[in-house]
């Protein structure tokens, strides 16, 4: 396996709160690797390190080679890192159906296709893979829906299917179940064991321990920005340091 993305000695401070210290993981082609930690641990700031939201107050974030601290998000989405957001934010105005064309075009490497998604040729042919991607996390029949007025299950679908409408090679989640009900959890489980077979590599930062034990097949556990643990589920489970700073609580 070849790893798709590496944090090297990755530190982010925030005036005198260190989030992420001394952190070092790689991320293999085609795992799903789950990010796990306390309240405050530093997860999202881990993906935001990674996409360019934030600059690494110490080490680097490489992504096939290529070191992506330093670019602006726009530019590493485009090199086909995408994610969604702890809290959903999703564009007020536009369709369901709008926000997949819109993240269709981030990665057109026609700067006219990207600005005007709507109108430039090949249009049908985006649409049909659009409407094609929205039936892939059952959203086909409320294309035409004003996204913001989805039930909150079916935004947080739409936030991963907008993800994926930019082609991405490497996914990273944020709190995908965070609010949904049982249903809703095991419709976004069938999902993430669906985008794996297909060859995803994903990152999911989740705190419903269930679902990340059963569709992650590695893990590693941050807390206070550090990493304590990391290995395949049932030995992180078992891990004493992981079950005293968070399992104890959570799991
Ligand atoms: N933009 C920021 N400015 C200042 N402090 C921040 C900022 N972002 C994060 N922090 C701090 O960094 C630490 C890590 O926060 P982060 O949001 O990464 O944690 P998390 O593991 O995602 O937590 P949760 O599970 O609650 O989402 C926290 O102490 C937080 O208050
Ligand atoms: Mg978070």
Redesign the pocket.
Known sequence: MSVILEARALSKR??G?T?VEDLSFGVETGELLGLI??????????FNLITGV?RPSAGEVVHRGTRLSGRDPAAIARRGVARTF?NIRLFPSLSVLEHILVAQACRARNRFARYWPFLTAGERARRSEALALLAEVGLETRSDEQAVHLPYGAQRRLEIARALATSPDLLLLD?PAAGLNDTETRELRGLLERLQRQGHTIVL?E?DMALVMKVCSRIIV?NF?RLIASGPPAQVRANRQVIDAYLGVAG
């Open positions: 925030f005036g709160v989030a930690g306390p309240n405050g641990a530093g997860k999202t700031t881990v934030h702890q709190e930062v705190h941050l920005g």
